[in-house]
């Protein structure tokens, strides 16, 4: 996954300094802060990261992310203008209670834990201007001043978090076919079906190349080709959700291309080719690859035997 930003609005994207200054536009129902926004908007692009909201205001939006309200429709277009999109909020585990009392941090910190444990990722921050009352949390928090809201400091904090997170992954490719129940856990943890041991040992011990990837000791991708040096398939390419967007996916691939051309003769011509999972055929298309057909080949077929 994405690098993520989780975004609280009051106190961050306004300030109670902000809110005096600007009475009119709050009776307006715009009650946002617009050279914070800008600050959000450095911070996305320097990071790449998606925004995650679990402010309240999240409850002003409906499934979509279509604005429900006058405030929160000038939050996403201000957000727009700075480039910025919501990609998404945090569950909802408030009380009827908490929503009356606008408590919200009681729960804040289980919502975006819950949310993290369904959408994995190791770079995050939290921005808010509330005490979230966890230690998990506490080393990913950028605490904002709600009398000012986000400021420059802020942005260059919560980069230096994202920015940790990345540096602390050991990632090492290495060429060597992994034992099966390593295979078979990388391909659950992007929802893929697995083969019957006996035909799975079978097939990577035949592999002409194989790239498992490791983060210290942890396998978290792989990819092999198969092929008799003139026509090869390149297959089982598999990254873990939260170490997808890091290039993981791409080294493989071109480390596979490398291996298959160093292996063969001067003067060969070496046709490689695969399957892409369906939306994900664009990524290979930046590996060099053509979508089939094209002038030189037509379409591309398969066929799967059950035994």
Not at 116 to 124: C, F, G, Q, R, Y
Request: charged share 30%; proline share 3%; hydrophobic share 40%.
């Amino acid at each position: 996954m994405s690098n993520v930003i989780f975004l609280d609005v009051d106190g961050v994207l306004n300030s109670k300094f902000w809110d005096n200054e600007h009475q009119r536009e709050i009776s307006n129902g715009k009650y946002i802060d617009s050279e914070a926004v800008k600050l959000l908007g450095s911070l996305v692009k320097r990071t790449n990261a998606k925004i995650i909201l679990h402010s309240g205001w999240r409850f002003w939006f409906d499934e979509t992310m279509k604005p429900l309200r006058t405030e929160a429709d000038f939050l996403a277009n201000t957000m727009k203008e700075a480039g910025i999109t919501i990609a998404g909020v945090t569950p909802d585990l408030t009380t009827e209670e908490i929503r009356k009392t606008k408590k919200f941090s009681l729960v804040k910190a289980d919502e975006i834990l819950l949310w993290l444990k369904d959408n994995p990722s190791a770079n995050w921050v939290v921005l808010d201007d509330l005490e979230l009352h966890n230690s998990e949390i506490e080393k990913h928090q950028v605490k904002t001043d709600a009398e000012v809201g986000l400021t420059t400091k802020d942005v260059e904090k919560a980069i230096t978090i994202i920015l940790d997170g990345i540096k602390k992954m050991e990632i090492v490719y290495y060429e060597t076919i992994p034992d099966l129940d390593t295979y078979f856990e990388l391909r659950r943890s992007v929802d893929w079906n697995n083969f019957c041991p006996e035909q799975v040992q079978k097939a990577i011990n035949k592999s002409a190349f194989f790239i498992l990837v490791k983060d210290e000791d942890k396998p978290i991708a792989m990819g092999r080709a198969v092929g008799d040096g003139m026509y090869y398939t390149i297959v089982d390419v598999v990254v873990r959700p939260e170490y997808q967007g890091k290039k993981v996916g791409s080294t493989i691939i071109s480390k596979l291309l490398e291996l298959i051309q160093k292996d063969a003769p001067e003067g060969a011509r070496i046709s490689v080719q695969l399957l892409a999972e369906k939306g994900k055929e664009e990524f290979y298309v930046k590996q060099g690859f053509k979508l089939c057909p094209h002038e030189f080949c037509g379409p591309a077929l398969r066929k799967v035997i059950y035994t």
